[in-house]
């Protein structure tokens, strides 16, 4: 009995922290562009949603697998993310919360309903010749469709801080986090860096969308969830940090398989969001975040 | 009389007229106006008044609050609920709901302000609270959990208990539209209303004189809770049906804050004037979205309706138009 217990705990461990990797794979577009600019993505799930249903179209009308079209789609979005960086974003850094917010949130409703429009109400899913494969390591069973997309989450977060620390852009774009007018006195192209960051952070969470399908099929419904869920991981790991975002990511996925095994299935976001409230009051700068906001 | 003169302060007497015959027009509207009409009517005055309750924390003291749902649903769901199980009326109902949102706000208060959560931490903070509720209303029976609480449809008017025609609810709105108007211009005349823009335009410098800071914030955090739970009351029973998932939801929040925000934060008549533009704009989608049949149409035309306020009038639409009908209002 209780070595049965352990075993479903253990597994259920095992398919938080595989799931958590996609969601930290997320969070982290969202703190790197909060980090940069200082701007909420309120429009992040939305985003998340519309990546989903591009490596679910892909699949389904060009029988590509998501893992495959996901540098195609992740280019996509670093466009996108770019363009509408430059485009409405920009004149809006350093102006009151409210407009940023209401700017994202126009920006929400019109990637939800545009999928809406164009993939309909219903949940889509793929069906994968390896759904049903797994991997066993002693009593422990690795789903094959969790841990690809875990282990490609894994190598953009590394490409991403080799960006970060190798590239001179990338730590141009660090230099202009860090002090944005100290970056422009020394030169740097701070409008360009900024645009630059927000297609870094798009692509971050397109990325993410293309490795959730094969998790969890897409409704656009979805797109406020993981809004919150985004919200959620990068508080609890400090908002701007980039690896409180993937430690986050991992918690949050751990909690929530963690929270389904022992208690209601749905009761396990009122855990998240009970966790997110007591971070926000002992510790907002998150568990890795920064000393003072 | 003195007490409104004293509202009335140096307002011009144009305003004074203009808001009479406003008043007296809405009063005799439902005698004129078809059910349509008096529905359009009935949804701007509500998001009129939840626009003047949450423009009293942001737009006075400057707390960005994106889980104004929490009120609202606790007020509708704790006098829904006496009625519903114990036959108590909403006019006592309302008093139960009111205290049990003002505590609740005093709690995401005291908590946020406390630990000086400031701008989008203290706003996840107002989120996190209200998902946290909506969750919890799910598992909680005696609400009717995730499957909804549902009061019985009556057409007799029965004002003792509120039941009756959009006829009556349209004179209860409109009475707490009026009411939430004419407390906001006394707030933002009063010693209170000036501490709270001294918060919301600089805290720091605000303290540093003597403002008592904490105090003033929660203040405005329960009078704002106290209104959207009476806006949440009035909806329980004008609706007649609570689910979790629409009274506690992110985007009932987010609804809450757009009149003000639309038509001008701080304001006293950008709520109103942003509830007449939304809904203008909502109905004329609807409608359109229909001729069209695509679904989510009529959402694409509000978001895009919403960017290009947001891009050409960041300010809101009332500053503007105040400004082009040669009126200024003063406080902000």
Redesign the interface.
Known sequence: MTADFLLNLAQAIVNGLLTGMVYGLMALGLSVIFGVMRIVNFAHGEMMVVGMYLAWMGFEYLQVSPLLSLPVIALLFFGAGYLLQRSLISPFIGRPEHQQFLLLLAVAILLVNASLAIAGPDSRGVQMESQFDSYEVGPLVFDAVRLHAALAAVAIALLLWLFFTRTRTGKSIRAAADNNLAALVVGLDVRRLYAFTFGIGAACVGAAGALMITIIPVSPFLAVEYTLLAFVIVIVGGLGSMTGALLGGLLIGVSEAVAGLLLQPSLKSMFSFGLLILVLLLRPQGLLGKGSQ | MSFVRRLAGNAPPRILWSLAILLALLLVAPAVLGKYWLSVLILILYFAFVGQAWNIM?GFAGQ?S?GHALYAGLGGYIAAGLYFHYGIGPWAGLFAGVAVAVLAGAIVGY?GFR?S?????F???T???A??TR??F??WQWAGG?GGLFLKVEHATDIVNLRGGPVLFYYVILALAAGAFILCRALLRSRLGQYWLAIREDAEAAQAVGVPVLRCKMIAIVISAALTALAGVWNAFYYNNLFPETAFA??RS?EI??AP??GG?GTLFGPIVGAVVLTGLGEAFTDLGDVLR????K??F???A??VI??YR?AGVWPWLANKLGLTERQS
Request: no cysteine.
């Open positions: 942001m960005l994106l908590l630990f959560l400031a701008g989008v931490y706003a996840l903070l989120i996190a609270f998902e946290f969750l919890a799910d598992h995730s992110m985007g987010i804050t757009l925000i639309i934060l695509i679904p989510g149409i959402q694409i509000y978001g895009l919403l960017l947001v891009m960041p």
